[in-house]
């Protein structure tokens, strides 16, 4: 059993805890891993909040995070102690119907134990003050040492920079995924991007790569555009300078509505508006953003029978295991930009100040 320090969230609503928490060593096919850095991302902050009909306390949240192997359980072949990886939150297992199917990245083989923050045999590695503690995502980055599924791991080169690629394990991914995978925008088209954070900046990169010749982005914050403007958005807008929805201006300012358009937030208005900001015909508009439980989306059907698509995404459709070291390398390779991403690198004990700059849109 390894003693470390953890982000422990006792309860909803409440700040995290940095508490010395102990980590049991991982059982078969578990691989338990020394996080060196890890990034903070709207769902945890989601989970912490209480409404994510999934969650649990106590548990220590963080899904964005790269390290080194530290041990292995009995029957795991594809990392060995030393290895440099990447925990995964979508795993690839290779072996259900999810994993054998090119049209999604959606693996099945642990969902449910991981929605119920456990390990695949139903029990936890993590206890505090003799209390267990629950696993999130299958992941659980923010702690000094985590036990993740041996499926829910990807190894990746060792000499990429851990404080940057920890990125790769959630936002940049998805949002690069979902320009790329999910809407595959073609050169010459029109995009849209509502909401400027990292996954925003993520989609209109993958726009950019794609080839896209006007890229506008929206967001209510103005602090946001130099950002966005630097990894490809020719440019912004914001909802409220205009007495009319955002969706008839974008309408009006692209002859008729954008080729593809991306939901970056989690607002179900926002996203009937990305809809309706699509073209007639042909306009692809992709839900990136996770609404709060409950929640409806709405449009009139008219919008979807005269020729507009409604898509999701998860994780950019990548499969995970195959594609997160190859993203590693186009980063390593100067392909994408992931350090840009980076606004402030603190120290784990004030994990807490990092969900306020988060918050603060900083």
Known sequence: VIKCKAAVAWEAGKPLSIE?????????????????????????????????????????????????????????????????????????????????????????????????????????????KGKQIYHFMGTSTFSEYTVVADISVAKIDAAAPLDKVCLLGCGISTGYGAAINTAKVEPGSTCAVFGLGGVGLAVIMGCKIAGASRIIGIDINKDKYAKAKEFGATECISPQDSKKPIQEVLVEMTDGGV??????????????????????????????????????????????????????????????????????????????????FVTHTLPFDKINEAFELMHSGK
Not at 29 to 41: F, P, S
Not at 90 to 105: A, L, M, V
Not at 262 to 279: D, K, P, S, T
Not at 288 to 314: D, N
């Open 259 to 340: 080729d593809y358009s991306f939901e970056c937030i989690g607002n179900v208005g926002v996203m009937r508006a990305a809809l309706e900001a699509c073209h007639k015909g042909w306009g692809l508009s992709v839900i990136v953003g996770v609404a709060g439980a409950g929640q409806e989306i709405s449009t009139r059907p008219f919008q979807l029978v005269t020729g507009r698509t409604w898509k999701g995404t998860a994780f950019g459709g990548w499969k995970s295991v195959d594609n997160v070291p190859k993203l590693v390398t186009e980063y390593m390779s100067k392909k994408i930009k992931v350090d840009e």
């Open 20 to 128: 010395e928490v102990e980590v049991a060593p991982p059982k078969a096919h578990e691989v338990r891993i020394k996080i060196v850095a890890t990034a903070v991302c709207h769902t945890d902050a989601y989970t912490l909040s209480g409404a994510d009909p999934e969650g649990c306390f106590p548990v220590i949240l963080g899904h964005e995070g790269a390290g080194i192997v530290e041990s292995v359980g009995e029957g795991v072949t594809k990392v060995k102690k030393g290895d440099t990886v990447i925990p995964l939150y979508i795993p690839q297992c290779g072996e259900c119907k999810f994993c054998k199917n090119p049209k999604t990245n959606l693996c099945q083989k642990i969902r449910i134990t991981q929605g119920k923050g456990v390990m695949p045999d139903g029990t936890s590695r993590f206890t505090c």
